[in-house]
């Protein structure tokens, strides 16, 4: 069994930033892979970023890329996500997952632990 928990959304303006945080226990954190999706009111929930194990390989939806940064930090057991020049169709709540197994990372299907979520409100 893996637990996440997610913090640090909360309400910003347009052009913005905030740093979500994800931390991890159960399970050893350097092992996993981790990613993070969101889900806006009446969407389906949405692949965001992803990191590998080693922090060396990072994956990003085409709509945050050169806005959104996934970084991890082994020692801390936590995976972070970096967003700067938000725009209101960020707007979502916003989960951390990982898995203990092999699959597609930029998909749910690739993913059997989720966080609780954190609501991430941008206003224009």
């Known amino acids: 069994q893996v637990q996440l928990v997610e913090s640090g959304g909360g309400l910003v303006q347009a052009g913005g930033s905030l740093r979500l945080s994800c931390a991890a226990s159960?399970?050893?954190?350097?092992?996993?892979?981790m990613g993070w999706f969101r889900q806006a009111p009446g969407k389906e929930r949405e692949f965001v970023a992803a990191i590998l194990r080693s922090g060396d390989s990072t994956y990003y939806h085409d709509s945050v890329k050169g806005r959104f940064t996934i970084s991890r930090d082994n020692a801390k057991s936590t995976v972070y996500l970096q967003m700067n020049s938000l725009k209101p169709e960020d707007t979502a709540v916003y989960y951390c997952?990982?898995?203990?197994?092999?699959?597609?990372?930029?998909?749910?299907?690739?993913?059997?632990?989720w966080g609780q979520g954190t609501q991430v409100t941008v206003s224009s």
């Open positions: 159960g399970r050893t954190f350097s092992g996993l892979r």
């Open positions: 997952a990982t898995a203990l197994r092999p699959g597609v990372v930029t998909t749910r299907a690739g993913y059997d632990y």
